[in-house]
C-alpha cells in the first residue's frame, strides 16, 4: 500500500511516517502544498492523508485536484481546524474522512484501514486473524466458521483490536474510537474494562482463543502471541 | 419613552406654561387699561359737574342728585383731602345684585357750602369685556400651540426618517454574514454624519471580526499541533516493546494529561466561538428528537451507572438554532447528569412545549449553586473534568435567549436543570 502523508509539521510527519512504515505501508512525504500537490499528480497512491493548513496553500485545494485525477484514491484529512466548513468542505469534495488533531495514531490507522477496505476491496475484504474471520460488509464475526452475534459496539471494538493487533492500546483510545465525543463519560476506567471484559467472555464462550491481553494500568493488547 | 414623545411633552409643558402665566397677565393688563380709562371719564363728568355748579348752583345741587343714580351729594363742614378713587359694591335694581363699581370720592365747593361728592361707574360691561377679550385670547394661544403640537409632530416624523430607516438597517445587520448596509440619501448634515460613522465602526466591526475568527482558528491549529505531536510521541513510547511498568504508568499519566489540555482547548475555542457569533447559521432543531438521539448514544453510559431512566417527550418542540449548537447544549446537559449521577441513581428527561427539564440524583454541590454555570468551575473530586461543559451551556442558552434554571432538592437528593424552549428575545436583537 502506497501513502501520500502532506504534513508540515517535521516532528509529526516523522512520527506518522515511522508509525505507519511500521504497519508495513509505504509512505512518501510533503512537507508544503507546491511538494505536495507535485508528489499526488506524479504518482499514483492508495490513500492521502492531508493537512489542510500548509504553507503556500490550502490542502483542501490538493484534494479537488486529486479526485479529478485519480478518483479511486482514498483520502483522510488530518488537520488542527475543528472548523465544521472544513469538515463539510472536504468531505463534499470527496475526502474519505477527516480526524481533528491531536489524535491517537492508532485512531488514524484504523480509519486508514477501514478508508482502504472500501476505497480498494468495495468493503468486501474478509479479515483473518486466528480463528477470527470478519465480514465487514454485513459486519459479520465467525469464529472457526461459526457466527457470532456482536452489538454495534462491540464489533467496533473488536475491529478497532485487530486493525491495531500487537500494539499497546490505551483505555482512552479505545474510549474515543467506539464512543467518539461523549467518551469523557468514560472516566471511570471501570467502563472501558467492562466492556472489554463483555467482549473477552463472548470470544472465549464461542470457542475464541484469548487475544486480549491486559497490561494492568495501561490498556490492552490484541495479539497471537500467548 | 420616544424621543418624539418626549419632545412633545417639553413642548406641552411650556405651553401650559406659557398659557398659565399670560393669562393673569393678560387680565391684570386689560384690567389696568379698563380702571385708567374708567378714571379718566370719572374726571371728565366731575369737571363738567364743576362747570355746572359754576353756572347753576342751585338747580345743579338740586337735580343733579336726583337724576342721576351715579352721583351722591354730602354735605359736609369742611374738605376731608384730596381726590381719590375706590373700588365699592353697589345695588343694581336692574340686574337685582350687588356690583363692582368705581368711585371717584371728591369734593365740590358751592359758593359757602362745601359738599362732598361721589361719583360712580358700574365695571359690569368693563367686567364682560374683559372675560370675553382673556377668554378669546386663551382659546387662540391653545389652538395654536395644538396647531403647533401637530405640525411639529409630523414633521419630525418625517424628518427622522432616515434615523428610524438607519436603526431598521442596523437591526437586521449581520456581523458575521452582511456587507455594510447601504444608508438611505439624506440632506440633513447630522444624519450624513450619523451614517458615515456606522459604516466607518461596521466595517471596522467586521474586520475585528473576522481577524478574530482568524486568530481563535490560529490558535487552535498552533495549540493542538504541538499537543499532536506530544500526544503521538506519548503513543509511540507508551508501545515501545518491553517498557517497564512505572514507565508506562508515567506514559500515561503525561498522555491523558495532554488529552485534559486538548479537551480544555477545544472547549476554551469552542465558547470563543459562540461569544465571537459563529456558527450563524439556523435550521429548525426538533429538541425531543435531539434529546432522543443523543440518550440513545449514551446508553452505554446509562447502563454502565445502572441508572433508573426514565425519558418522555410531552410535545415536539423546535427551536431555530444552529444544529451543532444544539447538540452541544442538549448533550452537555444530559452529560452532566450521567457523570455526576451516583451509581444505581436516577435520570429523567422530559421535553414539554415550554421546557427541556433533566433531573438526576447526586451529592450537594459542593461549590455554590450560583457558581455552578462559571468557567472553571468543577468537582474536586472529578479531576479530569474540564469544568467548562455548562459554562458552554449557559452560553449557548444566552445567546438563543433561552432561560436556564437549576434546583437542587436537598430532601430527595435531586439535582434539576430547566431550559426554556421560548425564546424571551429573538437571537437577532443579541447581535449588537
Redesign the interface.
Known sequence: MKLLLIED?P??QQ??R??LEREGYRVTTADTFLQGSRRANDYEYDCLLVDI?LPGGNGLDIIREVKQLQPQTGIIIIS?????DDRITGLDLGADDYL???????ELNSRLKSVLRRRLFAGSQIITFGALTIDPQPQQVQIQGQPVEMTG?QYDLLLYLISNKN??L?K??IAEHV?G??M????SH??IY??VKNLRKKLLAAGCPDYIKT?????YLFTLDT | MKLLALTYRYYAGLALGVLALSVPVFYGIIQWLVIVDVDEALLARKQEIQQLVVKRPASTLQYLPSTDPNIRLLRVASCPGSDYFHDKDYYLPLLHELEPHRELVTCLKAGEEVYQLFIRQSLVEEEDFMLTITGLQTGLLLLLLLGLGLINRRITRSLWQPFTDALRRIRNFRLESDQAPSWSTTEIDEFRELHQSLTTLLTRNQQVYTSQKQFT?NA??????P???????L??L??TDDLP?DA??HV?KA??A??RL??IN?AL?LLTKIENMQ?AEVCPVDIGALTARLLD??A??IV?KQLTFRHLTAQDTTLSMNP?LADVLV?NLL?NA??HNQPGGMLTCTVSRTMLCIENTGDPLPFPASQLFDRFVKNPA?P??TGLGLAIVKQIADRYGLPLRYQFNADQSIHRFELGLQPSHSAADSII
Open positions: 509539521e516532528v509529526l512520527t506518522i515511522t508509525y493548513t488542527a481546524k475543528d472548523a465544521l481533528t488533531k491531536p489524535f491517537h495514531l492508532s459496539k500494539r499497546l490505551s482512552a483510545a464512543w465525543d461523549s469523557e463519560l468514560a472516566d471501570d467502563f467492562q466492556h497490561r494492568y494500568g495501561a490498556g | 482558528e487552535s491549529h498552533e495549540m493542538q499541533t499537543l499532536a505531536i506530544m500526544s503521538a510521541e503513543e509511540v507508551s508501545q511498568d508506562l504508568d500515561q498522555a491523558s495532554v488529552n486538548s479537551h477545544r475555542l456558527y448514544w449514551y452505554d453510559f454502565h451543532q448533550g452529560k450521567i457523570r472529578l479530569d473534568a
